[in-house]
């Protein structure tokens, strides 16, 4: 098979990472790069990659939007009923994955994933546009649809049922991914990229680097 993508490939410059220009904490890391990241105004900048397997291990992964961090761990939204939401149900361990194209970086983090409570779902929940919330009723996420009209339909008929007051479903809410592994990927030129990691340890966090 002949390959038409094998020339895309490009050198990488802008920065560099090493064990003495990290911060000791992984959370203060990822803050750092995060803060750049929103300050570049890049397009979606909370939008990373979340993986999770199913009880048997077969793998799957999509964007979520990143709404909130701190040192418990990392919070997104979804529909608990949903492909995601099944197989974090089956096993709790996930993977979650930035990258910011333009800043020549990745992050990877790894780690278990909790509910978060029904009251803090709900205040964000609360915080959204009403049509989102009415989305929420709406969509089966992940479910199989017989078409857009459904789908529209089902959104008309929860749009009619609530006023401005559109209650939590069950099925929707947070969850939060409590982290032991991170990982800071620079790129670098001749393909040496800088991997400086963070694994859980003994209640502390170990700095190390992985070849690239
Ligand atoms: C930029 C972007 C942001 C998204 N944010 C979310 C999100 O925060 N929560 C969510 O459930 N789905 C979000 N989605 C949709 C998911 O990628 C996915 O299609 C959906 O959650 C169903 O995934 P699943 O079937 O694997 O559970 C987003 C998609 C994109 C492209």
Same mark, same amino acid.
């Given at each position: 098979m002949k390959n038409e993508y094998s020339h895309i490939r490009r050198d990488y410059s802008k920065s560099e990472l090493n064990e003495s220009n990290v911060n000791d904490n992984p959370f203060l890391q990822f803050k750092d790069w995060?803060? %750049? *990241?929103?300050? =570049?105004?890049?397009?979606? !900048?909370? &939008?990373?990659? %979340? *993986?999770?397997? =199913?009880?048997?291990?077969? !793998?799957? &992964?999509r964007i979520v939007l990143l709404k909130e961090f701190n040192e418990n761990g990392f919070v997104f939204f979804t529909n608990y009923l949903s492909k995601k939401g099944m197989n974090l149900n089956e096993n709790p361990f996930a993977c979650l994955l930035f990258f910011w194209d333009k800043l020549e970086r990745q992050i990877r983090i790894e780690g278990e994933v909790f509910k978060i409570s029904i009251e803090d779902s709900k205040e964000y929940f609360d915080s959204r546009p009403r049509e989102s919330r009415v989305g929420a009723w709406a969509s089966k996420q992940s479910h199989k649809s017989n078409g857009r009209e459904e789908i529209e339909t089902r959104f008309s008929n929860y749009n009619s049922k609530f006023g401005e007051d559109v209650p939590l479903p069950d099925s929707w809410g947070g969850y939060i991914l409590k982290p032991t592994y991170f990982e800071f990927w620079q790129g670098r030129t001749s393909?040496?990229?800088?991997?400086?990691?963070?694994?859980?340890?003994?209640?502390?966090?170990?700095?190390?680097?992985?070849?690239?």
């Open positions: 995060f803060d %750049l *990241a929103i300050d =570049s105004n890049f397009t979606d !900048p909370n &939008a990373m990659t %979340l *993986a999770t397997s =199913s009880f048997d291990g077969k !793998p799957s &992964a393909r040496l990229h800088d991997r400086i990691t963070y694994n859980f340890e003994n209640e502390n966090w170990k700095i190390g680097r992985l070849y690239p």
